[in-house]
Structure formats: structure tokens, C-alpha cells
Nanobody, 123 residues
Framework: VQLQASGGGLVQAGGSLRLSCAAS????????MGWFRQAPGKEREFVAA????????YYVDSVKGRFTISRDNAKNTVYLQMNSLKPEDTAVYYC?????????????????WGQGTLVTVSS
């Protein structure tokens, strides 16, 4: 499975972006999926996760109420809607997942990763 993240860009604080993660070479309909990010000079961190059906989600505290993870299994795509963006959200965002990725162990690095998309939030 190959994952392709897109949708990043430059936005002012308070603005919104929607990231997409499109899968090819196989179906991710039974994969747990997550979004991670890495800011300049910092370690990669978990952002959000969603189970295979989309019925369960989890977010890091810093994005709760602002970000929404969702998926469309028919389109083999996972999304991250980001609202009320802050300069501290600036990072490269990665989507990742695998059949065994679970919300109970959401910080465990999944097996498949996309290439990352840069989100820059200006103040």
C-alpha cells in the first residue's frame, strides 16, 4: 500500500486546511489510520487516529475541538480537517496506518507512511 498525503500549504492563524491521504496499491478499509506531525527541530508526534470503520477517533489534547479526522473507505482516503489553526500547528504532516494499528496503541508507529505535506501557519 502506498499513501499520498496532500492539502498542505500556507495559511494565516485562524484559518483552515483539509489534508487528504489517498491510498493506492491496496485497500485501507480495514486499516487503523493516523496523522502525525513533525515540527522543525522537534520529534514527530501523534495528532489523530481513526479506526477502520470511522466510528472511533482520538486526538492529542492540543488539537481537540479544532481538528477532525475522518475517512471514506469507498474512496480509499483519510482526511484531517484543521480549523482555527495556530502557528504552533506548523509542521510536516504525515498519514500512516496498517491493519494492526489501533487507537489503544495510537502512538505506536504504523507500518505504512505517506511522504508528508507541509503546513505553515503564519501569525
Amino acid at each position: 500500500v502506498q499513501l499520498q498525503a496532500s492539502g498542505g500549504g500556507l495559511v494565516q492563524a485562524g484559518g483552515s486546511l483539509r489534508l487528504s491521504c489517498a491510498a493506492s496499491g491496496g485497500t485501507i478499509s480495514r486499516y487503523g489510520m493516523g496523522w502525525f506531525r513533525q515540527a522543525p527541530g522537534k520529534e514527530r508526534e501523534f495528532v489523530a487516529a481513526i479506526n477502520w470503520s470511522g466510528g472511533t477517533t482520538y486526538y492529542v489534547d492540543s488539537v481537540k475541538g479544532r481538528f477532525t479526522i475522518s475517512r471514506d473507505n469507498a474512496k480509499n482516503t483519510v482526511y484531517l480537517q484543521m480549523n482555527s489553526l495556530k502557528p504552533e500547528d506548523t509542521a510536516v504532516y504525515y498519514c500512516a496506518g496498517d491493519p494492526d494499528y489501533s487507537l489503544g496503541r495510537r502512538s505506536r508507529p504504523p507500518g505504512y507512511w505517506g511522504q508528508g505535506t507541509l503546513v505553515t501557519v503564519s501569525s
